[in-house]
């Protein structure tokens, strides 16, 4: 799995961060996400295959390999 994430799109809710913060965390000035790890391990997936779903902005795109 590799994660695509268009920050233009954030709105900075968190809730990527929230779901699975090994994977995502968030700008401290503006509370936009970053990517902490593009390709997560297979133990995380899941985690971000939710971070996906629950994000307002649908800003997270996920390539499955």
């Known amino acids: ?13 968190g809730q990527c961060a ?8 968030q700008r401290d000035d503006d509370g936009v996400a970053i990517v902490l790890d593009a ?4 133990d ?4 971000v295959r939710e971070a996906a779903a629950v994000c ?3 800003a997270i795109r996920l390539v499955e390999q």
């Open 39 to 42: 390709t997560p391990g297979a």
């Open 56 to 58: 307002p902005a649908a």
């Open 18 to 25: 929230m779901v699975a913060p090994e994977v995502f965390d």
């Open 1 to 13: 799995m590799r994660v695509e994430f268009d920050e233009p799109k954030c709105v900075a809710a």
């Open 44 to 47: 995380q997936h899941d985690a």
